[in-house]
């Protein structure tokens, strides 16, 4: 059976494991049905998620054009304290900013190799925990905008990582912590302005279970540019990544843009 279409992350179902799907244009595909499964992955092209054309994608599935002026790449997506919506100053369009920025965001901890802190839209929430991998995660805040969540994140980033160790979290070596009581300790270093914000008694912890047979002992990252044809057996998916036998590991969303088949 053979799947083609435009690389896209993953969309995720929260359940006990997380249910993953690869979506194209015109069929879908559940990928928890491919485990212990030979798979082979052939590149094909590229085509920009912004403005469709067949143009070497750039990054984050955006051609060069695209992503040095779409509104959706701007500097305060990967920095939310650059975002400056709630002040009706514009970046590079002020009603998508507002339409993004002027919304619940939620800053929390996260495990996925060691303890981090982040930030993420109240909507999306477990998805962006699934996405980076995390076996746990709490909120520590939900504030009105993107901004607030901005400054809260860099002032716990003294205490805290901001990113995630990609290799251990695939071999899933993870520093076990209390995130409960991590949370309680976050309250000392919150901002002035969200401090009205924190409650001691809102702290939810989220469990995740991903679809693994077996944990790589090391990882090797597939890179179509270099490796357009790729085959092996699915071991796990984990994150944004496929996990195969032989210890190589496929993140989708470096490759969102790529025109890519699925052979089964």
Known sequence: MTYEGVLTKMQTEFANPIQYYLVFENSFLNVNQLLDKEIEISFQGYQCLNCNKKKKIFRQGFCY?????????????????????????????????????????????????????????????????????????????????????????????????????????????????????????????????????????????????YPVLEYPKKVTSLNLDKSPNFQGRLSGIKGQYLLFQDGTVFNIRTFEGYVVKFQL
């Open 65 to 209: 054009d695209c992503f040095m002026s779409s509104a959706a790449v701007g500097d305060w997506i990967m920095k939310p304290e650059l975002s400056t919506a709630h002040l009706d100053i514009e970046d590079r369009d002020l009603t998508y900013e507002k339409r993004v920025q002027l919304q619940p965001h939620i800053v929390y901890l996260a495990l996925s190799s060691e303890i981090k802190v982040g930030v993420t839209r109240g909507t999306q929430v477990p998805t962006r925990w699934i996405d980076q991998g995390a076996i746990q995660a709490i909120p520590i805040v939900e504030v009105p905008n993107r901004y607030l969540a901005g400054i809260t994140e860099v002032a716990l980033k003294n205490q805290y990582a901001d990113k995630t160790n990609w290799q251990k979290m695939l071999k899933n070596e993870v520093t076990q912590l209390d995130l409960v009581q991590q949370r309680l300790k976050t309250k000392q270093y919150l901002p002035d302005e969200v401090q009205e914000y924190f409650s001691e008694n809102n702290s939810k912890l989220y469990e995740l279970h």
